[in-house]
């Protein structure tokens, strides 16, 4: 059964720092390329990063660019979310998710979620 679990979030000052991590099963993790999206209060789910399954080529939204990094360890199965100098308008439910095909930016490419981790930002 393909698993994916996100931890990490919580409450936290503008301009401070959280970690998301992503726990994978191995049948999920290797072939996918992994992502991270968000989706904020009367928001639709919007694309934040990810990495690619072959070259750990990265891809941000705009709006994150220079302060968030994602990561992948695929000997533990796990991808990263390094959020720092964090806004107010950062603050949603952030998602993990793997895709096989399609495109990167597109939610809709995404073959499996997690069940989501709150971040909240407060200003």
């Known amino acids: 059964q393909v698993q994916l679990v996100e931890s990490g979030g919580g409450l936290v000052q503008a301009g401070g720092s959280l970690r998301l991590s992503c726990a994978a099963s191995?049948?999920?993790?290797?072939?996918?390329?992994m992502a991270w999206f968000r989706q904020g209060p009367g928001k639709e789910r919007e694309f934040v990063a990810a990495?690619?399954?072959?070259?750990?080529?990265?891809y941000y939204a705009d709006s994150v660019k220079g302060r968030f990094s994602i990561s992948r360890d695929n000997a533990k199965n796990t991808v990263l979310l390094q959020m720092n100098s964090l806004k107010p308008e950062d603050t949603a439910v952030y998602y993990c998710?793997?895709?096989?095909?399609?495109?990167?930016?597109?939610?809709?490419?995404?073959?499996?979620w997690g069940q989501g981790t709150q971040v909240t930002v407060s200003s």
């Open positions: 990495i690619s399954r072959s070259d750990g080529g990265t």
């Open positions: 191995r049948r999920t993790f290797i072939p996918y390329t």
């Open positions: 998710a793997a895709r096989s095909g399609g495109s990167i930016y597109n939610h809709a490419s995404y073959d499996y």
